[in-house]
C-alpha cells in the first residue's frame, strides 16, 4: 500500500518533471553511435486504484521502497512485439535502483520496438538524467533469458546485464548526484520522449515474463536496501504493484499478483 510519504515523494517527482502524457510519435531511429535517442524516466504518477495499489503513465510491474538500496537483482524474457498490429511503437524492460518517488534511476534493460512494421531488439543501461546508451556488446532476440542487476559500493553504481541465453555481458559503474537510495524497480515501461518531449506509444509485447519462475535464473527479481534483503514479497508493505494507464485512465500494460514465492510476475499489454 502506497504511503503517507511515499506519496507525497510521488507528486514532488510529478511536479518536478515535464508533462508526459502519451500520445501518437513518429519513429525515432537509433544512431550509430552507443548513444541514443531515449530516456527511461522516474515513475509519473496517475493515482491510485481502488484496491490501493497505482497507477502510472509510463511504468507498469513492481517496486519495493525503503532507505539505503544498495542492489537489485532481476531477470525477465525478451518480449516479442508485434509491429503489425502498433507499428512505431516502444517498450523497455528493466531493473534499477530509485526513481519510485525520487528524481534518478540507475538502470538497465532491454528494448522492445517497432520502426514502422519492422522490430527492434536492444540492451540499453542509463543513469537518469543523463541519456541512455545502447549495449551493443549484448546484441538480443525475443525469446533471450536476461538478468541484470545494479548496485551501490558506497560511492557508485554498477549496473550489470547478462544474457543468459548468448553468454554475452556488460558493466559500467557511474557515480550519479542526487541519488537517494529509496526504492527499487522491475519495470515494463513506456519510454520517453517524442519531439513534444511526451511519453512515446507503447508497443504490443503480448507479455512480459519478469522473476526465477519464467527465466530460471535463481535469486533475481530480489533487492537489498538498510533492513530487508530477499525476493520482492519480502518488503511487505512497502511493495507497490505498478499499473500503467493512459493519461486518460484507461489500462494499457496490467500486471498479475506475485507468484507464490514471491518473485515473479507478468505485466500484460492491453492497449497503446
Known sequence: MLSKLGILGILLVTAILPALAQAPSEPISLLTTTAFARQHAPM???????????????????????????????????????????????SAFWVGIDGYSSKTVEQTGTLSDCSGETP???????????GSIEITSVPVKPGNKMSAEVSYNGSEFTIKITDETTGKSFSKSQKVAGAK????????????????GDILPLSDFGTGSFGEDYTEVNDTNYATDSSVTGPISDFGSNVEKITMVSSKGKDEAVPTALTTDGTSFKVAWKSE
Open 44 to 90: 509519473k504518477f496517475y493515482g491510485l486504484r481502488p484496491d490501493a495499489s497505482v497507477s502510472s503513465t509510463n511504468w507498469s510491474g513492481y517496486a519495493v521502497t525503503g532507505t539505503s538500496f544498495t542492489s537489485a537483482l532481476g531477470s525477465w524474457t525478451v518480449p516479442a512485439v508485434n509491429c503489425t498490429k502498433t507499428p512505431n511503437t516502444y
Open 120 to 130: 527492434q531488439y536492444l540492451a540499453w543501461y542509463e543513469f537518469y538524467p543523463a
Open 181 to 196: 537510495r529509496s526504492s527499487a524497480e522491475w519495470i515494463a515501461e513506456a519510454p520517453c520522449c517524442t519531439s513534444g
